[in-house]
């Protein structure tokens, strides 16, 4: 299929070789990030910006926009693997933890709330000797 939008063979390796190594990367990264974050992170039904002292404003603003252009990227590179061989759902909800939207809190919340979702999570931290995750 993919010979028939002309990549080479050669490329076609290469993208199923990047997809594993992403993939073997994302099994290493999800539990170091899960259990970094705090056990009361979920606990609050809002969420304050971060705290960076004022004379550092231009530093918030310069990180901001990094963020949110590499956020950017990773959303719409993921929204192509979703057709092309990749990690498309895993790059879109890396790419929506980067960026800064109305209601993200409330969505991430919403996502660990699934009981699926925060067993799993908890599973994790429980393995790395970690203290689970409260909601409130």
Known sequence: MLAR???SSNAVWWIAVLSAGMFGLALLAVPV??????TDY?????????KYPRRYLWFRWIWLIV????????LVLGALMLVLPGQ??????????????P????????IVSRKSVFESINWIREKR????????
């Open 5 to 7: 939008i002309g990549l």
């Open 103 to 110: 209601g993200k809190f409330k969505m991430q919340r919403w």
């Open 88 to 101: 498309g759902l895993l790059t879109i909800l890396l790419g929506l933890t980067l960026l800064d939207f």
């Open 42 to 50: 979920f606990a609050h039904p809002q969420r304050s910006d971060a």
């Open 33 to 38: 990030l899960v259990t970094r974050i705090p």
């Open 129 to 136: 000797g970690k203290p689970p995750l409260t909601l409130s």
């Open 67 to 74: 963020k949110n252009v590499i956020g950017l990227a990773l």
